[in-house]
């Protein structure tokens, strides 16, 4: 599974919060809830959140294995 905890920590490293995506940046509650869930979000948003961050993907993303081993 995809998990975006990286997400959090990168917006705090860059001084970039929730309200700062909404208000300047028009990313939509609806993208940023799902984000908060680990829930699908398009690449369209990916793509918007690491330009905005001036980051890669590895660092708002990370696939976790959910199978025991």
Known sequence: MI????????????????????KEYKISTGQLDRLRKNENVNTYTLNQLCSILQCSLNDIAEYVSDCAE
């Open 3 to 22: 998990v975006f905890d990286r997400l959090w920590q990168t917006m705090k490293q860059r001084g970039v919060s929730q309200y700062k995506l909404i």
